[in-house]
């Protein structure tokens, strides 16, 4: 396949006669209009045709090679340009916002949030105020207002059964599981962690590790776990290490949980939509973001809850038992309009 482009008078007419000329499922690349030439302005039309000297080439290693070359080449050079037209689109519109509504957007897009959702959001806040926006202070405030709206918080005191903790190796689910027993018993919602250190013994036993005072369950099975914890009243935190059948099987066989996952702060859209998916959501009580203090921008978190529709249980920094971030209107908005405040310097 090539590319060739035909300049027309008028864009409807060019449109119908390629389309007579290489049949209605032509591929169209570009289009440019008010093009200046001699006689006037013009318009571009750019498409992708069958290159006959290729064809006797094509059942040829090399001939198909080029051939696949060419197709990626047109996908990347519609893709760009759907890219640009949006992006020209998003422009256009910002430009009809009050001035403190554009700063908010071009704020929130810099500390990482989505450009679509943060389009969306001063969309919002017009509908909400209307000119009023204009006033720095009132478009601030619906800001905090309708991110609120937009992500749903998880009260973990209010948690009433016992919690399994899931999520990649290296998010720091352990440390996860220390911070929460110690901040909801604080709170005065009492658990007991339950650590499952898959291979270090197999005689099913369990005690108290001396260091950092946590029940530990140590087997080689899934059925001692759950008998283990069925024995005992007390409501428990279960952290499973990150080994992905491991932690299948513990969301298939323990009832009456709710689940917590858990993500480093670096995690991006589609490795978090994928890891969600393997579990069933009824039980999810929400998300925990980690090392917040390791990333430049924060912005991609709030997007992600939005654009997955996952609650938000509390963020954490740090390795420190007491670095825990509780959700809420006004971290939300310091995410957002203040960057990462707590990046490790």
Not at 58 to 82: C, N
Not at 111 to 121: E, K, Q
Not at 136 to 144: D, I, P, Q
Not at 154 to 171: M, N, R, T, V
Request: hydrophobic content about 35%.
């Amino acid at each position: 396949m090539k590319i060739k482009t035909y300049v027309f008078e008028d864009l409807k007419k060019g449109m119908d006669l390629l389309k007579r000329e290489y049949g209605p499922d032509t591929i169209i690349i570009d289009v440019k209009e008010n093009i200046k030439y001699k006689t006037g302005k013009m318009c571009e039309i750019s498409v992708a045709i069958e290159d006959e000297s290729e064809k006797d080439d094509f059942d040829s290693k090399a001939g198909r090679r080029l051939a696949e070359k060419l197709r990626d080449d047109i996908i990347k050079q519609f893709s760009e340009k759907i890219g640009q037209l949006e992006s020209d689109i998003i422009t256009d519109r910002l430009k009809s916002y009050p001035l403190p509504l554009r700063f908010i957007y071009d704020k929130i897009v810099k500390n990482g949030f989505d450009s679509r959702l943060a389009l969306s959001v001063i969309s919002e806040i017009y509908i909400e105020i209307g000119e009023l926006s204009n006033q720095s202070s009132k478009a601030s405030f619906f800001l905090k207002d309708i991110i609120e709206k937009k992500i749903k918080i998880s009260a973990l005191a209010e948690i009433d059964k016992h919690i399994l903790i899931l999520g990649p190796p290296g998010a720091g689910k352990t440390q996860t599981a220390k911070k929460l027993e110690i901040m909801l018993s604080a709170l005065g919602n009492p658990f007991s962690l339950v650590s499952y250190p898959r291979g270090e013994k197999s005689d099913g036993d369990h005690g108290m590790h001396e260091k950092d005072s946590i029940e530990h369950f140590y087997g080689d099975n899934m059925e001692r776990l759950c008998a283990f914890i069925d024995r005992d009243e007390r409501k428990k935190i279960i952290d499973i290490p990150g080994i992905l059948e491991l932690q299948k099987d513990a969301a298939d066989r323990l009832k009456d949980v709710s689940t917590i996952v858990v993500f480093s702060a670096g995690s991006r859209d589609e490795k978090i939509k994928n890891y969600l998916e393997i579990f069933s959501k009824k039980d999810r009580k929400g998300l925990v973001f980690t090392r917040l203090d390791e990333e430049e921008t924060l912005g991609h978190i709030l997007s992600n809850l939005i654009l997955l529709g996952e609650n938000i249980c509390c963020f954490t920094t740090g390795t420190g038992i007491s670095d825990i971030i509780m959700p809420g209107k006004d971290t939300f908005y310091k995410i957002l309009l203040e960057g990462n405040r707590w990046r490790r310097k």
